[in-house]
């Protein structure tokens, strides 16, 4: 169990509503920071206050396959309390079916071709790419399992891992995902009082593969640097898990107390700015809860109501395992 005692202290003393105002705050981040990232995905880097300008002019916050593809998770641990792979796989297929114009890596599409023809869930990834893919995809919409196994770091890793296994095989985009989902439990658990520096020790000691570990430990030197484009310099800001992960990471414990600063940060990195800035996102809703996001963008937020509902509902079914 990861820090059972923590999900528990954080259950009982700071009370059930500061849980949900995490999840709430976790899902609806993820899908701003996707939305406030989507116009600006392979631009170069972006100064911050464009970004702020940009979410101004435009009327719908709209979000792409980051958040669908969240969604899709979110949905299937709620309908089966818990992780099935044939569910969720099916899920995410429907999903897609219904609106296949999110934006989608080239991936996911040719694996749900394949699920359909009778390709086992758990085999089909290995047939894409050699070795499987390492793109961001399985990090990217990991999120809900990182909310929903909180309180259990190794549950939290092998679901982390299977549900990646769906559409990104390869042990580096499934160790982003696991990453991911680890960054958004500590969340949970620490936010808001804990230090970056803590977390940065936890991740580190989490972590199995060399080239997060090194970006992990690289990011002690970024927590302070006056320049966010170091981030990307040194991190990296591509589709690849182990460049986007631990670039979103960084954005957040650069600015644990600000949402709009993080998210904005992780917008201006360039390159795949909707995944860096909705995994960003991700993690500092779930650190603030959702009172620290600005009421501006939530108001202007695409199926707002849908994701908050579903956030809620991730809750009560994990709140219900106990
Ligand atoms: N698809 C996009 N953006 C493109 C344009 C969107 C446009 N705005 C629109 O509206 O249409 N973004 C989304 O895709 C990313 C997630 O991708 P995912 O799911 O990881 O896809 P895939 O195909 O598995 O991997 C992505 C690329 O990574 C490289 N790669 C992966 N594994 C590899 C391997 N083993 N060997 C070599 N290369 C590998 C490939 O270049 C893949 O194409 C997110 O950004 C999301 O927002
Ligand atoms: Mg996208
Ligand atoms: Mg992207």
Same mark, same amino acid.
């Given at each position: ?50 970004? !702020? ?106 679901? #982390? ?9 390869? !042990? ?5 995902? #696991?990453?991911?989902? !680890? ?75 600000? !949402?709009?600063? #993080? ?60």
């Amino acid at each position: 169990m990861m820090g059972g005692k923590e999900g528990l202290i954080l259950a009982a003393g700071s009370g059930r509503d500061v849980l949900k105002g995490k999840f709430r705050g976790c899902l609806v981040g993820l899908a701003l920071g996707d939305a406030l990232g989507a116009p600006f995905e392979g631009a170069g880097s972006v100064d911050k206050r464009e970004v !702020f300008a940009a979410a101004e002019r435009r009327q719908v916050l709209r979000y792409t396959d980051d958040t669908h593809m969240a969604v899709g998770v979110a949905e299937s641990l709620i309908a089966c309390r818990g992780f099935d792979g044939s569910h969720m796989a099916g899920i995410f297929i429907r999903n897609f079916e219904r609106e296949p114009w999110r934006g989608y890596g080239p991936g996911p599409p040719l694996v749900f071709q394949r699920i359909k023809l009778g390709v086992p869930w758990d085999r089909v990834a290995e047939e894409i790419y050699p070795g499987g893919s390492f793109g961001n995809g399985a990090a990217m919409r990991v999120a809900p399992v990182g909310l929903f196994y909180y309180r259990d770091t190794v549950r939290l890793r092998e679901v #982390a891992f299977l549900s990646a296994q769906i559409t990104h095989a390869h !042990f580096l985009g499934k160790e982003g995902a #696991a990453l991911q989902a !680890f960054a958004v439990a500590l969340a949970v658990i620490y936010g808001p009082s804990g230090s970056p520096e803590d977390l940065l020790e936890r991740m580190g000691a989490f972590v199995t593969e060399r080239v997060y570990r090194d970006k992990l430990e690289k990011m002690k030197d970024l927590l302070g640097a006056a320049d966010p484009a170091e981030v990307a310099v040194h991190l990296g800001n591509g589709i690849e898990a182990f460049n986007s992960v631990p670039a979103a990471i960084c954005c957040f414990l650069r600015h644990p107390g600000s !949402f709009e600063e #993080a998210v904005t940060e992780a917008v201006g990195l360039g390159g795949d700015a909707d995944t860096i800035a909705s995994m960003t996102g991700a993690i500092s809703g779930a650190w603030l809860g959702i009172e620290a996001i600005p009421v501006e963008w939530t108001a202007k937020l695409e199926n707002r109501d849908y994701i908050e509902e579903l956030a809620v509902r991730l809750w009560e079914t994990a709140l219900g395992q106990e």
